[in-house]
């Protein structure tokens, strides 16, 4: 049975009158996105992001998060970045059903089927919520773009590609080799030669 509402009025509330298929949701606006499956470059990407982020977060005794997990703001109701942080003078809480509130850092690692929303919608809605960094991760280019909040819009701290080092403003400078970021991407099987 399909669930029909008028366009832009989905809540949270109502992702639990849907099926549980597996299938994962994000509500942008009011509008119900689902959430395709990641490839397995988007999980090793992320893994390496874990490894190289967690002891810089666990220092700076702030919270490291991964999706799924929902988080909360308005026009977010909500959305499931691919990592979020939260470091102690945080304008977000860490609540049971998820996160209240801008996160400090969001990290989107792009995939096939998320690459608009991740580079134009979130990234609007990101900066009108006052997230003060997001990283926008490209596995397929090997990029990251680290963007940085000033006033109610994202600028381009840093593009980073090749042989560059990437640098986290918000996290007291942390840098490391982008290399790092996609290492072992290359023994993914590539499906065209199959």
Known sequence: MAITKPAGS???????????????YEIIEGELCEMPSPTSAHGVTIRNLMFLLGPVIEMLRGWLLTAPLDVFFPGA????PD????????????????IEGPP??????????????????KRALYAR????????????????????????????????????????PLLGGMAFPLATVFARLDEIEDEASL
């Open 10 to 24: 989905w809540i949270y509330e109502d992702l639990f009158s849907l099926p549980d298929d597996g299938r994962r």
């Open 77 to 80: 109701d909500p959305v499931q």
């Open 83 to 98: 990592i979020v942080v939260l470091l102690p003078d945080s304008n977000a809480s860490l609540v049971v059903r998820g």
């Open 104 to 121: 400090d850092l969001l990290v989107e690692v792009l995939s096939p089927s998320n690459r608009g929303r991740d580079l134009l919608t």
């Open 129 to 168: 919520a006052g997230v003060r960094e997001y990283w926008i991760v490209d596995p397929m280019s090997r990029t990251i773009e680290v963007l940085t909040l000033d006033r109610d819009a994202f600028h381009t701290a840093q593009v980073a590609a090749g042989q560059d080092t990437v640098v986290s």
